[in-house]
Protein backbone atom coordinates (compact mmCIF):
# COMPACT_ATOMS: atom_id res chain seq x y z
CA UNK A 1 0.00 0.00 0.00
CA UNK A 2 0.78 3.22 -0.94
CA UNK A 3 0.56 6.19 1.97
CA UNK A 4 1.27 9.63 1.53
CA UNK A 5 2.90 12.21 3.64
CA UNK A 6 1.87 12.58 7.42
CA UNK A 7 -0.66 9.45 6.92
CA UNK A 8 -1.36 7.42 9.96
CA UNK A 9 -0.21 3.86 8.84
CA UNK A 10 -1.11 2.16 12.60
CA UNK A 11 -3.17 3.74 15.49
CA UNK A 12 -2.08 3.83 18.89
CA UNK A 13 -4.31 1.85 21.04
CA UNK A 14 -5.91 -0.47 17.73
CA UNK A 15 -6.09 -4.42 18.22
CA UNK A 16 -3.32 -5.97 16.59
CA UNK A 17 -3.72 -8.17 13.63
CA UNK A 18 -1.03 -7.47 11.62
CA UNK A 19 1.92 -5.63 11.11
CA UNK A 20 3.67 -3.65 8.31
CA UNK A 21 6.87 -4.17 6.35
CA UNK A 22 8.04 -0.80 5.21
CA UNK A 23 9.15 -1.18 1.55
CA UNK A 24 10.12 2.43 1.03
CA UNK A 25 10.30 5.70 2.96
CA UNK A 26 10.69 6.53 6.87
CA UNK A 27 7.92 6.70 9.52
CA UNK A 28 7.89 7.95 12.98
CA UNK A 29 6.68 5.86 15.63
CA UNK A 30 5.18 8.16 18.26
CA UNK A 31 2.70 7.57 21.78
CA UNK A 32 0.51 9.59 23.52
CA UNK A 33 0.80 9.79 27.19
CA UNK A 34 -2.46 10.20 29.42
CA UNK A 35 -1.74 13.51 29.71
CA UNK A 36 -2.04 14.43 25.81
CA UNK A 37 2.00 14.64 25.62
CA UNK A 38 3.29 13.03 22.41
CA UNK A 39 6.40 11.08 22.76
CA UNK A 40 8.47 10.06 19.82
CA UNK A 41 9.63 6.58 20.45
CA UNK A 42 11.63 5.69 17.38
CA UNK A 43 12.34 6.15 13.45
CA UNK A 44 11.96 3.16 11.14
CA UNK A 45 12.84 3.19 7.48
CA UNK A 46 12.62 0.66 4.79
CA UNK A 47 13.02 -2.91 5.23
CA UNK A 48 12.05 -2.99 9.18
CA UNK A 49 8.67 -3.96 10.64
CA UNK A 50 6.42 -1.51 12.42
CA UNK A 51 3.90 -2.60 14.38
CA UNK A 52 4.96 -6.10 15.57
CA UNK A 53 4.48 -5.89 19.69
CA UNK A 54 0.68 -5.87 19.42
CA UNK A 55 0.77 -8.58 16.81
CA UNK A 56 2.92 -10.91 19.09
CA UNK A 57 1.51 -9.94 22.84
CA UNK A 58 -2.21 -10.01 21.05
CA UNK A 59 -2.53 -6.13 22.83
CA UNK A 60 -3.45 -2.95 21.85
CA UNK A 61 -0.80 -0.92 19.47
CA UNK A 62 1.58 0.90 22.35
CA UNK A 63 2.26 3.60 19.70
CA UNK A 64 1.19 5.25 16.35
CA UNK A 65 3.08 5.32 13.01
CA UNK A 66 3.08 8.17 10.73
CA UNK A 67 4.43 8.89 7.25
CA UNK A 68 7.56 11.28 7.41
CA UNK A 69 6.97 11.32 3.47
CA UNK A 70 5.42 9.23 0.83
CA UNK A 71 5.76 5.73 2.40
CA UNK A 72 5.08 2.13 0.76
CA UNK A 73 4.45 -1.03 3.07
CA UNK A 74 3.19 -4.37 3.16
CA UNK A 75 0.29 -5.57 5.03
CA UNK A 76 1.45 -8.49 6.53
CA UNK A 77 -1.49 -11.32 8.81
CA UNK A 78 -0.05 -12.57 11.61
CA UNK A 79 -1.38 -16.00 9.99
CA UNK A 80 1.08 -15.19 7.23
CA UNK A 81 4.26 -14.12 9.11
CA UNK A 82 3.98 -17.17 11.31
CA UNK A 83 3.07 -19.65 8.02
CA UNK A 84 6.37 -17.62 7.03
CA UNK A 85 8.61 -18.33 10.02
CA UNK A 86 7.56 -21.69 9.98
CA UNK A 87 9.04 -22.53 6.59
CA UNK A 88 11.91 -20.33 7.28
CA UNK A 89 12.79 -20.70 10.93
CA UNK A 90 16.15 -18.63 10.43
CA UNK A 91 14.45 -15.56 9.95
CA UNK A 92 13.31 -15.75 13.64
CA UNK A 93 16.73 -15.06 14.65
CA UNK A 94 16.72 -11.85 12.37
CA UNK A 95 13.40 -11.33 13.73
CA UNK A 96 14.89 -11.65 17.26
CA UNK A 97 17.80 -9.66 16.44
CA UNK A 98 15.80 -6.94 15.58
CA UNK A 99 13.84 -6.61 18.76
CA UNK A 100 16.86 -6.99 20.84
CA UNK A 101 18.45 -4.07 19.19
CA UNK A 102 15.60 -1.81 19.96
CA UNK A 103 15.57 -2.52 23.47
CA UNK A 104 19.54 -2.01 23.58
CA UNK A 105 18.81 1.27 22.38
CA UNK A 106 16.42 1.59 24.82
CA UNK A 107 18.55 0.79 27.47
CA UNK A 108 21.20 2.99 26.79
CA UNK A 109 19.05 5.79 26.89
CA UNK A 110 18.67 5.15 30.30
CA UNK A 111 22.40 4.37 30.83
CA UNK A 112 22.65 7.80 29.22
CA UNK A 113 20.12 9.58 31.80
CA UNK A 114 22.11 8.72 34.27
CA UNK A 115 25.47 9.30 32.97
CA UNK A 116 26.06 12.18 31.33
CA UNK A 117 24.60 16.17 31.16
CA UNK A 118 21.70 16.94 28.96
CA UNK A 119 24.41 18.44 25.84
CA UNK A 120 25.96 14.82 25.87
CA UNK A 121 22.96 13.28 25.83
CA UNK A 122 21.82 15.59 22.84
CA UNK A 123 25.10 14.97 21.05
CA UNK A 124 24.61 10.81 21.68
CA UNK A 125 21.44 10.89 19.73
CA UNK A 126 22.11 13.77 17.14
CA UNK A 127 25.11 11.46 15.98
CA UNK A 128 23.27 8.58 16.14
CA UNK A 129 20.70 9.74 13.97
CA UNK A 130 23.15 11.74 12.09
CA UNK A 131 24.73 8.30 11.15
CA UNK A 132 21.30 6.59 10.36
CA UNK A 133 19.82 9.19 8.37
CA UNK A 134 22.20 11.84 7.95
CA UNK A 135 22.95 13.03 4.10
CA UNK A 136 26.21 14.94 2.66
CA UNK A 137 24.76 18.37 1.67
CA UNK A 138 24.90 19.67 -2.37
CA UNK A 139 28.46 21.27 -1.50
CA UNK A 140 29.54 18.12 -0.42
CA UNK A 141 31.58 18.81 2.65
CA UNK A 142 31.97 15.31 3.99
CA UNK A 143 32.14 16.16 7.92
CA UNK A 144 28.37 17.67 7.82
CA UNK A 145 25.29 15.91 7.84
CA UNK A 146 21.92 17.11 6.63
CA UNK A 147 19.18 14.95 8.71
CA UNK A 148 17.49 13.52 6.18
CA UNK A 149 14.23 13.36 8.83
CA UNK A 150 12.33 15.91 9.79
CA UNK A 151 11.69 16.20 13.39
CA UNK A 152 10.80 18.79 15.83
CA UNK A 153 12.56 19.98 18.77
CA UNK A 154 9.94 18.39 20.96
CA UNK A 155 10.22 14.86 18.94
CA UNK A 156 14.16 15.21 19.52
CA UNK A 157 13.36 16.25 23.42
CA UNK A 158 11.24 12.70 23.82
CA UNK A 159 14.08 10.71 22.37
CA UNK A 160 17.02 12.28 24.37
CA UNK A 161 14.38 11.87 28.01
CA UNK A 162 14.78 15.71 28.31
CA UNK A 163 11.81 18.67 28.85
CA UNK A 164 11.98 20.76 26.05
CA UNK A 165 13.02 23.93 27.53
CA UNK A 166 16.55 21.98 28.61
CA UNK A 167 16.85 20.50 25.24
CA UNK A 168 16.72 24.19 23.14
CA UNK A 169 19.78 25.09 25.87
CA UNK A 170 21.57 22.02 24.88
CA UNK A 171 20.98 22.66 21.36
CA UNK A 172 22.14 26.20 21.94
CA UNK A 173 25.36 25.40 22.96
CA UNK A 174 26.14 22.70 20.63
CA UNK A 175 25.18 25.49 17.66
CA UNK A 176 27.81 27.90 19.59
CA UNK A 177 29.99 25.11 19.60
CA UNK A 178 29.96 25.03 16.14
CA UNK A 179 28.93 21.55 15.77
CA UNK A 180 25.16 22.19 15.22
CA UNK A 181 22.62 24.27 12.83
CA UNK A 182 19.28 24.80 13.27
CA UNK A 183 16.07 25.69 11.10
CA UNK A 184 12.12 24.96 11.56
CA UNK A 185 12.50 21.17 11.75
CA UNK A 186 15.65 21.14 10.30
CA UNK A 187 18.94 20.04 11.96
CA UNK A 188 22.68 19.77 10.02
CA UNK A 189 25.43 18.46 11.94
CA UNK A 190 27.97 20.88 10.73
CA UNK A 191 31.15 18.73 11.87
CA UNK A 192 30.02 15.19 12.43
CA UNK A 193 33.69 14.25 13.80
CA UNK A 194 34.08 16.55 16.83
CA UNK A 195 30.34 16.39 17.39
CA UNK A 196 31.36 12.16 17.75
CA UNK A 197 34.16 13.01 20.27
CA UNK A 198 31.75 15.46 22.85
CA UNK A 199 29.25 12.53 22.20
CA UNK A 200 32.12 9.70 23.88
CA UNK A 201 30.17 7.55 21.24
CA UNK A 202 31.66 4.55 19.53
CA UNK A 203 31.73 3.30 15.88
CA UNK A 204 28.48 1.12 16.33
CA UNK A 205 25.94 2.24 14.05
CA UNK A 206 22.74 1.65 16.19
CA UNK A 207 19.25 0.28 15.19
CA UNK A 208 16.91 2.89 14.20
Known amino acids: ???P???MLLRQGDGGKHLLLLT???VKV???SENGMDVLLGIRVAGELVGEMA????K???GSVFACGEVSARIIPLEVLEGFLTRHPEAIKALVATLSARLRWANQRRIDSRSYDAPVRLARVLVELGRAHGRTPPEGIAVRKVLGVTI???ELASLCGLALPT????LASLSRKGMVERSYRRITLCDMPSLVEFAKVGDEIPYW
Request: hydrophobic share 30%; charged share 30%.
Open 30 to 32: LAS
Open 167 to 170: TEKA
Open 1 to 3: MLY
Open 24 to 26: RGV
Open 152 to 154: SQS
Open 55 to 58: VFEE
Open 5 to 7: KHR
Open 60 to 62: PRS
